[in-house]
């Protein structure tokens, strides 16, 4: 099993910029890819980016050119630094990490980031 544990949401003015960090732990020798999701009020969990083990990296439409996602393989971490954030981004992000088994899905807990305009 894994356990993902996201820290880093907070308030933040819009053109602003946030960190999240996702640490996972147990049996992080099953993770392939990892990423993030977010989710808003009334609307479907979406991918925010998601980065392979070998550091290949896939983005929102979105959000390409303002969110960069990063990985420390060795720690079981992922990263997302957010820039140039809009109210639009305001949603709960959920760190996300594939068994690479089976592609079973892990979720962490989520964290909220809300951008006031």
């Known amino acids: 099993q894994v356990q993902l544990v996201e820290s880093g949401g907070d308030l933040v003015q819009a053109g602003g910029s946030l960190g999240l960090s996702c640490a996972a732990s147990g049996s992080i020798w099953r993770i392939n890819a990892m990423g993030w999701y977010r989710q808003a009020p009334g609307k479907q969990r979406e991918l925010v980016a998601s980065?392979?083990?070998?550091?290949?990296?896939t983005y929102a439409d979105s959000v390409k050119g303002r969110f960069t996602v990063s990985r420390d393989n060795a720690k079981g971490t992922v990263y997302l630094q957010m820039n140039s954030l809009k109210p639009e981004d305001t949603a709960v992000y959920y760190c996300n990490a594939k068994d690479r088994s089976n592609n079973y899905n892990y979720w962490g807990q989520g964290t909220q980031v809300t951008v006031s305009s």
């Open positions: 980065i392979t083990r070998g550091g290949s990296t």
